[in-house]
């Protein structure tokens, strides 16, 4: 069984810093691409940044320039470094990768961090 564990979230004033980490677990042939969305109250779940294994990234145009995603695929790892972040980006934050074993790949989801941004 796979898993995908978020951590790292938190509160923080605007301006400062947060790194989120998900770390992919369980039965694992590859994992191939992994990505931070996120999900404001009242508002549907978006696409914050992707990355593919061979670490082409894509980014929200609401973070480019501030967020940064990355990943270890020796630790089947994906980090999201977060900066100058602003109260918009309050959000509960959800790792999604696709991963695969005998050749089949499966979509999964973390359980979600929550990360706050004070004025």
């Known amino acids: 069984q796979v898993r995908l564990v978020e951590s790292g979230g938190g509160l923080v004033q605007a301006g400062g810093s947060l790194s989120l980490s998900c770390t992919a677990s369980?039965?694992?042939?590859?994992?191939?691409?992994m990505a931070w969305y996120r999900q404001a109250p009242g508002k549907q779940r978006e696409l914050v940044a992707r990355i593919t294994r061979g670490a082409n990234t894509n980014y929200a145009d609401s973070v480019k320039g501030r967020f940064t995603i990355s990943r270890d695929n020796v630790k089947n790892v994906a980090y999201l470094q977060m900066n100058s972040l602003k109260p918009e980006d309050t959000a509960v934050y959800y790792c999604n990768a696709d991963v695969g074993l005998s050749g089949r790949l499966q979509n999964y989801w973390g359980q979600g961090t929550q990360v706050t941004v004070s004025s």
């Open positions: 369980g039965t694992i042939g590859s994992v191939g691409v």
